[in-house]
């Protein structure tokens, strides 16, 4: 066998010359195979990653909105599966946002897979970014499913593309940036159902995907105030239906804020290598 | 000319308060194939994983052809390939997106991937199951595919960490070729390794590292002479103070 390796002649303290036909600087391509990895992952198992999350969502859309609906009728003058469909259209990009990268994080943190990039020239931001916008968009994936099927089954307005296009951005940059910290700190998978199960499901479910949190009675009423979740549905739901039981205008700037904190908290981890590194 | 790897006072200490390594120094010139021996917990991993980014630094300095590992670690781990002890490879690729992925997370472009990853699955008799995801290897088979991903970018320097632990003799016997044509060819390597038989047939120069000190370095007859004896292996049983262990003992006591 013959294995070719550096060429003698090029200075060896020199980095390997990297030619760039394809347009793309080193750095790109590092990103980009990243997140490609990311992405081959979740399509691997589509089954498991996108097409049992669309199933629960339907399941839910025939529950909450067939069944109850039928009950229901009108909340805030909206059809009441019309009301429902953002919070599901919502809930969809936050879950698999989120699940997908604390998943994918402890899973090649339990193999070691994750040496190999955490040994390559790849900076703490690059691995970063890849892994983010990996969940990320799984969760727009099946978002974007759930909104097709539905806007195709009961016609779903777009009332504020403006406003919902950026705010379905910081939902979801903010809900995989969540599982990235979780999947960072997480040391077995336990950890990763009992932040999803007993965290953020509740704070979904509570947050009004299936309700106006005006309706509700106090101190349900004040408490769902504290729940970050409740700015989020209001602000996706305002972006669909033009309702909203949260300020717009409030909710971004919570959003972004938050985005920036967890953001920076997770640019700390990777770059001290908190759990990744020894 | 810069030292391939140039380490000077590097301390390593855990946050449960273990030094790992106490201060090692070492240098490896330009194309030399260098071994690394100790018994388990010496440190041998511990300084690897230092050299390539696995583990953060508490002190001390490492330098790869000139590059710092820590304040210019994009520039070092370029020049760095890995063969880690225990495979560490991810079941959801295949083998062809293992090397792929690798040569991209050095910035390789695509061309040049599918080139070298070609070339690489060629060499280690790995083409038949490009397709395949990296669970379905064999044990013998894993080990070539992660020599195949250390050599994907082209490193300078090669640090293979107890590359044929647990491997059958015909397999041992055919990494040794491997790895000897690429050092003949100009890389660099730095192989730690239980095996003292390998060490003596690879390594030009070896040091022994015992409690995360360097405590000996030279070749093979050196090191003996050092430590008094006539074989690396009873140099080595010298170092972990099991010296009543030497063949020539046990000879002498069956005779």
């Not at chain 1, 090649?108 to 968009?137: C, H, M, V, Y």
């Not at chain 2, 070298?116 to 083409?127: G, M, N, P, V």
């Not at chain 2, 390794?193 to 070896?206: D, I, K, P, S, V």
């Not at chain 2, 049983?237 to 069956?254: F, N």
């Amino acid at each position: 066998m013959s294995v070719e390796t550096a060429p003698r002649e090029q200075p060896p303290a020199a980095p390997p010359p990297v030619p760039r036909r394809s347009g793309m600087s080193a750095s790109q391509i590092r990103f980009f195979s990243l997140l490609r990895r990311e992405v081959s992952r979740f399509m691997k198992i589509k089954r498991q990653t996108v097409g049992a999350p669309l199933l629960e969502t339907f399941l839910y859309i025939s529950v909450f909105g067939a069944a109850l609906g039928s009950r229901i009728k009108t909340i805030e003058g909206i059809d009441y599966v019309t009301f429902v469909v953002p919070g599901l259209i919502m809930m969809a990009l936050s879950v698999n946002a989120f699940s997908n990268n604390a998943s994918s994080i402890l899973q090649q943190k339990f193999q070691r897979a994750i040496d190999d990039q955490l040994s390559s020239p790849a900076s703490p931001l690059e691995l970063l970014l890849a892994f983010t916008f990996g969940g990320f968009l799984r969760g727009l994936l099946v978002a974007l499913l759930t909104f097709l099927a539905s806007a195709a089954l009961i016609g779903i307005p777009i009332e504020h593309p403006l406003v919902l296009l950026p705010g379905l951005f910081l939902v979801g940059f903010f809900f995989a940036q969540l599982g990235v910290l979780v999947g960072v700190r997480a040391e077995q998978f336990d950890d990763v159902s009992f932040a999803q199960q007993f965290v953020l499901q509740p704070l979904i479910f509570l947050g009004g995907v299936f309700y106006s949190a005006s309706l509700l009675t106090e101190p349900f009423e004040t408490l769902t105030q504290f729940n970050p979740v409740h700015y989020m549905i209001s602000l996706v739901r305002y972006g669909f239906l033009d309702f909203a039981d949260a300020s717009v205008v409030g909710s971004f700037a919570f959003l972004v804020v938050a985005c920036a904190a967890l953001f920076a908290l997770n640019l700390r981890l990777f770059t001290t290598g908190y759990r990744l590194r020894a | 000319m810069p030292e391939a790897l140039h380490i000077s006072g590097l301390v390593k200490r855990y946050p449960t308060g273990v030094e790992a390594l106490k201060g090692v120094s070492l240098d490896i010139p330009q194309g030399e194939f260098f071994g690394l021996l100790g018994p388990n917990g010496a440190g041998k991993s511990t300084l690897i994983h230092c050299t390539t980014g696995l583990a953060s630094p508490t002190s001390g300095q490492i330098e790869i052809f000139g590059h710092n590992a820590v304040n210019h670690y994009g520039e070092a781990r370029a020049l760095v390939g890995l063969a880690p002890q225990e495979p560490n490879l991810d079941h959801f690729l295949t083998l062809e997106e293992t090397l792929d992925f690798h040569g991209g997370y050095f910035g390789m472009p695509k061309k040049d991937r599918r080139e070298r990853s070609k070339e690489l699955l060629d060499a280690f008799s790995l083409t038949d199951k490009r397709q395949e995801r990296t669970r379905t290897l064999s044990g013998g088979m894993k080990r070539r595919l992660i020599l195949a991903r250390a050599l994907m970018h082209r490193p300078e320097l090669l640090i293979l960490d107890e590359p044929t632990a647990g491997v059958d003799v015909e397999l041992r016997l055919e990494l040794w070729q491997y790895v000897k044509r690429i050092n003949e060819e100009g890389t660099t390597i730095l192989l730690t390794t239980h095996y003292l038989e390998e060490a003596e047939q690879l390594c030009g120069r070896m040091a022994f590292i015992n409690g995360g000190e360097i405590v000996a370095e030279g070749t093979g007859p050196a090191l003996a002479k050092q430590f008094g004896v006539s074989s690396l292996e009873d140099a080595y049983l010298e170092l972990v103070g099991r010296k009543e262990l030497s063949r020539a003992k046990i000879d002498e006591a069956i005779a």
